[in-house]
């Protein structure tokens, strides 16, 4: 078989700073041995994220100049609007400054005390959101998701009997929304089938439950329902794109993902009524309706990506550099999240740093130890992202230790990938060296952005 290339040639560059260990070290140190609290000058591969890392196309630069910033009624939001329309099949296209945005604004109207919003795993800012409207947020991932070594097509999908249930259980009328993320990004960028979105959609109909999507990485999923889910092997992306959000009432987006932009995102939805709500909350918080916290160049660059994104090269060039890195470490004996996500590699730290304690975060520890080893950034997925604490102080854990290196799209080549890999396999053969954290600063919400740690 050919190697699979890169589908781009490379305009412009951008230098790699390089840091020694000793360095590193005392930078770690300087951060509070929190990733986030880095500056990115001082790393070497940043895989801290995927979500407005992307490499704009020339296209999308061109699109930048072509840019209208008229304050109302601007080409570039019009351009903008067809596009999601044509995409979501939702003839309402409410953008936002991104994902998080359209978020607030929608939790703020469907949400409040005694609500329960139900996913097969909702993101970390969504999560957020909703509890910070006074609601519940209930994650129902399907049994083969909560198995981290053991493959399977479909590991973001939603427990469709659990989801039953917990409608009967807690009534229809406290649910809100239920929210299908794709791809399943805190349960390791795992696809959805189109199955699962299906009987979703008939349960939440069956009830009376509106169905949202959380879309900031429908591309990449579809290309994996293509590959993997039979009966859609002959079906062209934009076809199976366009089945996935028929099923949706709404989705959220953050064009920060699968729409190669470095800043944005969007609500599209059926309903009116919830529509007008929302824009009354945007005009406040984000701006007029047709810019909604962006730029006309942005609303160009996010419409011209929407596009890109749905090219079957670079999906298939996208998804096999995931999997190559992730056979890399499976090779290697390197416990590490199975089949590869979309857009990122997940390495287990539990099974990676088994001598440390859940409450000691092996997750963080284990970005430390990438950082220093190589000044590759990563970050936790786990008890320090999602843990929280029972009456006594004592931890409620995360029910997964993740380190999640996400790869900014068509940004590092394959000797990059080759070399991170080869950091991944010598922090695991040196793994024993490596010591648990304690957090001595903390924010009530969203901890691990600031929380400042030390060691043992
Ligand atoms: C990134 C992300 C969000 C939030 O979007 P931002 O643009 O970062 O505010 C929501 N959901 C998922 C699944 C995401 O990956």
Known sequence: MQTIIEPFKIKSVEPIHFTTKEQRINLLKEAHFNSFLLKSDDVIIDLLTD???SAMSSNQWAGIMQGDESYAGSPSFFRFEVQVQKITGMPIVIPTHQGRAAEKILFSILGGKGKYFVSNTLFDTT???????????????????????TPAPFKGNMDTDALRKFIIEKGAENIPLCIVTVTNNSGGGQPVSMENVREVRK??????????IDACRFAENCYFIKIREKGYENKSIPEIVSELFSYGDGCTMSAKKDAFANIGGFLAMHDKNLAQRCRNLLVITEGFPTYGGLAGRDLEAIAIGLEEVMDENYLHYRIRSIEYITEKLVNAGVPVMQPGGGHAVYLDAKEFLSHIPVNQYPGQALVGALYIEGGIRGVEIGSLMFGKYDD?????????????LAIPRRVYTQSHIDYVSEVIIEVYNKRKEIVGLKIVEEAPMLRHFTAKLTTF
Not at 127 to 149: M, P, T, W, Y
């Open 203 to 212: 349960i939440c109909t069956d009830f009376g439950v509106p169905l949202f």
């Open 51 to 53: 979500s407005g890392t």
């Open 127 to 149: 999560r957020a959101n909703i509890e910070f409207s006074g609601a519940e947020g209930v994650d129902l991932l399907c049994e083969e998701g909560k198995h981290i070594s």
């Open 392 to 404: 006594n102080h004592n931890l409620m854990p995360a029910p997964m230790e993740l380190v999640r």
